[in-house]
């Protein structure tokens, strides 16, 4: 797949010519679970997103309608949310990657002679979905808290200001992004760098590149398909998170990203309309970002 | 001459191996190798694999770092630079072309790091001349098998190395193309005057193609020189067998005269000339090669200039078209392999037909080691005698340590 990524596709696998009952039957199961838990909320957001208030109606009773200023409304309100989620996304996403790279370069390349440190280091990798994230999250709120013994010695040292907190921060809520998110972005850059072929690299420095520009010239683009996987699956959940920014864990007042202003407006404001309104537009923003990334980093046949 | 990355070499430059050892942990790939090859000199280390001639090609591309000695291009010396410092450059056996560059850009590669200017003009000069230029913008994976490898060359060659380093480039190659590719590199070679150092296990390659042949095995040079020399007076059993096949007997030595040595092999007195004897007196290993070996259906007359074996009995009959290769088993001295040109109709012997054999005692050849020390021969190219090697080679180390 590292290599198809590419060369642009030449011999497609010849399709069946009879169409097989037996293919379309094991394909059921699929196509009916995507219908009803994907298709059937997705148009239910959709209408829902467009209803207008209950005219006599209490507080959280909607009635079907096409009320796009729905949409006007929730962006005008929550502009500054819906910038902060795709620029602490952006942000962990990037730290995540930079420090992934060399972790996931040294597991993949150079402790491949060590096959046993190899393994080692990859279930530390996955060690932390042992527990549960939230469990996790929660356990970094107490070692970042104020009384904590990482902040009084940060305090004690003069590297941080004696009123200054770290939870509640930006700053906290793009390290839990990061720290959240580096398995997903560490699991698919080693798995290209796991099989990236050292001749190439080899060949790179017989015609005169210094380490640098093999890295960038070879190296790197080798391991794009690794790098738009990993970057893809840690910036889409990033965009969405609502656990890391939530007031309960990391976040403050402040740092609120659009999962929280959805998850409060679905469940203590009942503004249904409005959290549907923002669920689409972020999946949308998603879809759209996404799209001119795979296009600009030449993976097409990722998608 | 002193050469340096930033400028095309004018010619070729003399490469020097001092003293260069290299230790892997686990095993040592050379044990101790001198060696000089001569500018614009087209030199093929040619040995089985494991025999440490990739692993000689890797230090003087700078891929390795020897254990110890040092390496000379044209005068200056160069062990301690890295490999995109060096004036060399390579033809990989995988030619690892970069998948994710077009071919123009891969020729250009090497240009474009040393800042040449005309970088892509260059490129496609190079590409005309492997006659690929109309291939220029696809990429390495819509190529056949030759079409890269005449990439990898195009893209060795256009930065003008003063050395250029082969490894095992047409391996992978039909034997049409290997041939055509064959004449390609030589006449590169001589119009552009590089120094060409050619790994590889096929002995007829490094022979057509090369000047000077080194035969290595485990890790040393066994023999070094024009690959006729080295065919017509092999000075060990490997190179006897490995350079052709050779028939080899052992006898002591009964008789010496200024100009030859008689061997007594099972009562049968096989004479050497003494200037292509290696050793004169006690045990000796003689052989001669079996296109040399004349086949007679009778006796044939006693003569001071020939050597006669037999009778024997002719055990296998091969018949190649050109060739027919006869197997004839004598009493006490073994088998005995004859090439025969066609030039009758047919092979002129059958199975279990009796024969005698003949050569000219001028023919014949003196090795230096013997055949029951350095063993039969044995091919690398199956598993057991990989399996036999690997064995050897611990044996070896544990008795060294």
């Known amino acids: ?303 | 001459m002193s050469v340096s990355v930033r400028e095309f070499a004018e010619r070729g430059a003399d490469l020097e191996l001092v003293g260069i050892q290299k230790r892997f942990p686990g095993f040592t790939a050379i044990e101790e190798l001198d060696l000089t090859i001569p500018a614009g000199s087209f030199f093929a280390l040619l040995g089985p694999s494991g025999c440490g001639k990739t692993t000689t090609l890797r230090l003087v591309a700078g891929l390795e770092e020897p254990t110890r000695g040092r390496i000379l291009i044209g005068g200056t010396d160069v062990t301690d630079t890295k490999a995109h410092q060096r004036p060399v450059n390579t033809v990989f056996q995988s030619y690892a072309l970069f998948p994710h560059m077009s071919i123009i850009e891969n020729v250009a590669f090497g240009l474009k790091r040393r800042r040449i200017g005309d970088a892509d003009t260059r490129a496609h000069e190079a590409l005309r001349l492997v006659e690929l230029d109309h291939l220029a913008q696809r990429r390495p994976a819509q190529l056949s098998g030759g079409q890269q490898q005449r990439v990898a060359l195009a893209r060795a060659i256009v930065n003008r190395p003063a050395l250029l380093l082969l490894d095992e480039p047409l391996g992978a190659l039909d034997l049409k193309l290997r041939r055509q590719m064959q004449l390609e590199l030589k006449t590169i070679q001589e119009e552009v005057g590089l120094t060409f150092l050619h790994v590889t296990h096929d002995q007829e390659e490094a022979m057509t193609m090369a000047d000077t042949v080194a035969v290595m095995n485990k890790g040393a040079i066994e023999q070094m020189g024009a690959p006729e020399q080295l065919y017509e007076l092999p000075r060990t059993v490997f190179v006897a067998n490995f350079l052709g096949q050779s028939n080899l007997f052992t006898g002591r030595v009964v008789g010496t005269t200024d100009t030859a040595i008689a061997v007594d092999v099972q009562g049968a007195r096989l004479v050497v000339p003494t200037a292509r004897a290696a050793r004169h007196q006690g045990q000796v290993t003689i052989g001669v090669r079996p296109e040399k070996v004349a086949l007679h259906r009778d006796a044939p007359a006693e003569s001071s200039s020939r050597n006669v074996l037999g009778p024997g009995h002719v055990i296998d009959v091969s018949f190649s078209g050109v060739s027919t290769q006869y197997i004839v088993s004598i009493t006490g001295v073994g088998t005995v392999t004859v090439f025969a040109q066609n030039i009758g109709i047919g092979p002129i012997a059958s199975e279990g037909d009796e024969v005698w054999i003949s050569w000219d005692v001028e023919h014949g050849f003196g090795l230096d080691d013997d055949l029951a020390d350095a063993g039969k021969f044995a091919a690398d190219d199956d598993t057991h005698a990989i399996a036999v090697q690997r064995r050897e080679a611990l044996v070896a180390e544990l008795e060294e340590s």
């Open chain 1, 1 to 303: 797949m590292a290599f198809a990524a590419f060369t642009t596709t030449e011999a497609q696998p010849q399709a069946p010519k009879r169409k097989s009952r037996i293919a379309l039957f094991l394909l059921l199961p699929g196509i009916l679970y995507m219908v009803l838990f994907f298709l059937t909320p997705l148009i239910s957001l959709i209408l829902t997103s467009l209803q207008a208030p209950n005219e006599f109606g209490d507080i959280g009773v909607y009635d079907y309608a096409f009320n796009w200023q729905n949409y006007v409304t929730v962006v005008q309100e929550y502009w500054p949310h819906i910038l902060r989620s795709f620029g602490y996304a952006l942000v962990a996403t990037v730290l995540a990657l930079a420090f992934s790279y060399p972790l996931a370069y040294f597991i993949g390349v150079k402790a491949r002679r060590w096959p046993l440190l190899q393994s080692v280091m990859l279930v530390l990798v996955i060690a932390p979905f042992f527990i549960s994230f939230l469990l996790r999250t929660l356990a970094w709120k107490q070692l970042l808290s104020d009384e904590s013994f990482i902040i009084t010695s940060l305090k004690a040292l003069s590297l941080m200001a004696p009123d200054a907190h770290f939870t509640g921060t930006p700053a906290a809520v793009i390290f839990g992004l990061t720290y959240n998110f580096i398995p997903f972005m560490t699991l698919p850059l080693y798995t290209t760098l796991e099989r990236l072929d050292l001749r190439y690299l080899e060949a790179g420095s017989d015609l005169y590149a210094n380490p640098f520009t093999v890295f960038r010239k070879v190296t790197i683009p080798l391991s794009m398909p690794g790098i738009v996987a990993g970057t893809l699956l840690t910036f889409i959940p990033a965009a969405g998170d609502y656990v890391n920014a939530s007031r309960d864990f990391l976040g403050g007042p402040d740092t609120q990203m659009m999962g929280n202003v959805i998850e409060a407006n679905f469940l203590v404001l009942l503004n249904y309309p409005a959290a549907a309104a923002l669920s689409i537009i972020l999946m949308a923003a998603i879809l759209v970002l996404v799209g001119i990334y795979v296009k600009r980093s030449g993976t097409e046949d990722l998608l």
